[in-house]
């Protein structure tokens, strides 16, 4: 039986399908920036509540226009202080980093979980075993009042990952590879349970898959702690997998989402040559220590090209504070990287790094819709941080494999 209905079943005591409609209380619940505008308006003038009815975990994140660039962020900012010092809401503020990330590294999400968050990135949060749910503001603004969501219960499609990657190839790889198959159409409105080799791909690279299933059109997706998944003891009969896929991780190659949009997937080696003007290490999707390590390993004792910007952006200040400690910064600093504060910033188009008309970029985000990053004719080719450090090197689309 799948985890995510085994741990439905578990949490309401009865038995659950795909097809039912469930009524789950809300273990964490979360928005940022970009969304609680939204949410404090539904549960002040909606909702009409001078205080929140839930006992469950509720956090702010000020993380996408972060630090205020603008007057007008500077204001949402000060809302959301004051809403969430009022509400007894947790906050996490400019400089700490990106929500998702957070939730993760700050333990704030467990096994058997249930997380509802206003971002659609939400599922990065399943790497934990949690099942987590990307809202709109309305329904967040619902969990946070009162503590419980509803939806229905989806299908589940098993991607089992098998044997190791090669050299250089990463997580993000594979996430776009599984964003290159042809029936992608699978992912659509189900939940995508990772199992085989997990440990081949590592916390921090699983951590890229479950943020990309978003991108799959899956409604969320989980990694099951170890063991677990295996402690189905018969008593759960239930439904199984609505489809399964397999993935040979060695034959994974470097590969890039070309413009423009996440399907448009092709092996690195297919657009080699192409110039770039920025490059983009950071986000939800890339942000994390092991991507800081390998960009640091590719960037030492080299040199950006001259006339590329090659911005970094750890995704939380303890990921910045043990790429610090390790010596990853000094690294990539000397090698003519900018260093931001951990934020979304240039990923959304936000600030700290937009393109300018006609400009090419190598991101290691995980959507390239024109003017995603900036200006609507600028173009941005998704790839891994190996793929996007050799490119910033070069100046061109690079496989990382080059400077192995
Ligand atoms: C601003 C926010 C609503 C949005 C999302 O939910 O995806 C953002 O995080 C993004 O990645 O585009
Ligand atoms: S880093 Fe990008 S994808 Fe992730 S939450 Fe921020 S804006 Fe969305």
Redesign the pocket.
């Known amino acids: 039986m799948p985890f995510i209905e085994r741990l439905l079943s578990k949490r309401l005591g009865k038995e659950v399908s795909p097809g039912d409609m469930v009524f789950v209380p809300v273990d964490l619940v979360y928005a940022h920036d970009?969304?609680a505008p939204l949410v404090i308006e539904v549960v002040v003038n909606e909702l009409k509540l001078e205080k929140r009815l839930a006992r469950n975990k509720a956090f702010f994140f000020i993380d996408?226009a972060s630090p205020a660039p603008t007057l007008a962020a500077a204001s949402v900012h000060k809302k959301m202080r004051e809403f969430a010092s009022r509400f007894g809401i947790g906050l996490f503020d400019a400089g700490e980093g990106i929500s998702h990330q957070l939730v993760i590294e700050s333990g704030l999400a467990g096994p058997g979980e249930i997380v509802v968050g206003a971002?659609?990135?939400t599922p990065t949060v399943g790497v934990t075993g949690a099942l987590a749910l990307?809202l709109g503001s309305t329904d967040v603004a619902v969990a946070l009042s009162y503590g419980y969501t509803w939806f229905t219960v989806p299908e589940t499609v098993e991607v089992v990952l098998m044997g190791t990657l090669k050299h250089m190839v990463m997580g993000k790889d594979v996430a776009l590879w599984l964003l290159g198959l042809k029936d992608v159409e699978k992912f659509h409105g189900r939940v995508i349970e990772y199992a085989g080799d997990l440990q081949a791909i590592g916390l921090d690279g699983l951590a890229t898959l479950t943020n990309m299933s978003t991108e799959m059109m899956a409604v969320t997706s989980v990694v099951p702690p170890e063991g677990l998944r295996e402690q189905t003891n018969g008593s759960w009969m239930g439904s199984d997998y609505v489809d399964e896929i397999s993935v040979q991780l060695d034959e994974v190659e470097p590969m890039v989402a070309r413009p423009p949009d996440v399907f448009n997937v092709a092996p690195v080696s297919s657009v080699e040559g192409v110039e770039v003007d920025q490059v983009f290490i950071g986000s939800c999707t890339n942000g994390r220590l092991e991507d800081m390590e390998v960009a640091a390993k590719i960037a030492r004792g080299r040199r950006v090209k001259s006339g590329v910007r090659c911005i970094v952006a750890p995704a939380s200040r303890k990921v910045l504070l043990e790429s610090l400690d390790r010596g990853y910064i000094d690294i990539l600093l000397k090698a003519g990287c900018i260093l931001s504060p951990p934020t979304?910033g240039p990923?959304?188009g936000a600030h700290m790094g937009l393109l300018a008309e006609g400009e090419v970029a190598v991101s290691t985000t995980n959507?390239n819709f024109p003017g995603r990053m900036g200006h609507r004719k600028s173009e941005v080719y998704l790839a891994s941080p190996a793929t996007a450090m050799a490119s910033a090197l070069t100046g061109r689309i690079t496989d990382p494999r080059v400077f192995a």
């Open positions: 970009g969304t996408h971002d659609s990135h990307g979304c990923c959304v959507r």
